[in-house]
């Protein structure tokens, strides 16, 4: 009923910088909050970032100051914007919605993933 379609992705030099998309489509009413996780090998999968229909951003510690969240709710958008990236932000990045269909369910919904390598 809803999926995620991701782009973006790919390597990069530490450093560097790469932008992931992600839309939403389908039987969706609202947009409740978008957000990116990630996960290393052997490690389980993380919260990247997440922005609220409000408004409302919030980072892993991580990240803050060098990767930018942003969301444009009425297009059901979600953009990760990683600059100065690490070996180890090294991982595959999900892109994650929280929504309510038009036949009034609550619907948490996950991306096929992107990878994403930061190496020299």
């Known amino acids: 009923q809803v999926q995620l379609v991701e782009s973006g992705g790919g390597l990069v030099q530490p450093g560097g910088s790469l932008r992931l998309s992600c839309a939403a489509s389908?039987?969706?009413?609202?947009?409740?909050?978008m957000s990116w996780y990630r996960q290393a090998p052997g490690n389980q999968r993380e919260l990247v970032a997440v922005?609220?229909?409000?408004?409302?951003?919030t980072y892993t510690g991580s990240v803050k100051g060098r990767f930018t969240i942003s969301g444009d709710y009425a297009k059901s958008t979600v953009s990760l914007q990683m600059n100065s990236l690490k070996p180890e932000d090294t991982a595959v990045y999900y892109c994650n919605a929280k929504v309510v269909t038009t036949g009034n369910r609550y619907l948490e919904v996950w991306g096929q993933g992107t990878q994403v390598t930061v190496s020299s």
């Open positions: 922005i609220s229909s409000g408004g409302s951003i």
């Open positions: 389908g039987s969706i009413f609202i947009v409740n909050a």
